[in-house]
């Protein structure tokens, strides 16, 4: 089993950065495709980005060129680096762990963090 427990977010106006951390125990993500998630008020939570074992990114819509994600295997951490932060990026931002030989970052992930609270002021 897999903990995961993401720290990081808060208050930031519009234009400003964030990084957002998720840290896991249990088992090492090096062994996981892991992902970013975000739900934002009375929306459907959705995938922001996503990163393989193997190396191989994907990003979503807006985080195009604005996030960066990426994994520091030693501290057994993933991190989500986002820019140019817009109002419309207000969420709770949630990390997420798939297990199994195939990367597929819009299906099923096994493990899920608590989430941690993104607010972007105008």
């Known amino acids: 089993q897999v903990l995961l427990a993401e720290s990081g977010g808060g208050l930031v106006q519009a234009g400003g950065s964030l990084r957002l951390s998720c840290a896991a125990s249990?088992?090492?993500?090096?062994?996981?495709?892991m992902a970013w998630f975000r739900q934002a008020p009375g929306k459907e939570r959705e995938l922001v980005a996503a990163s393989s074992y193997g190396g191989r990114t994907l990003y979503v819509g807006s985080a195009k060129g604005r996030f960066t994600i990426s994994r520091d295997n030693a501290k057994n951490t993933m991190i989500l680096q986002m820019y140019s932060l817009t109002p419309e990026d207000t969420a709770v931002y949630f990390c997420a762990a798939q297990y199994g030989a195939t990367w597929t970052p819009g299906g099923e992930y096994d493990y899920w963090g608590q989430g941690t609270q993104v607010t972007v002021s105008s």
């Open positions: 249990g088992r090492a993500i090096s062994a996981y495709h």
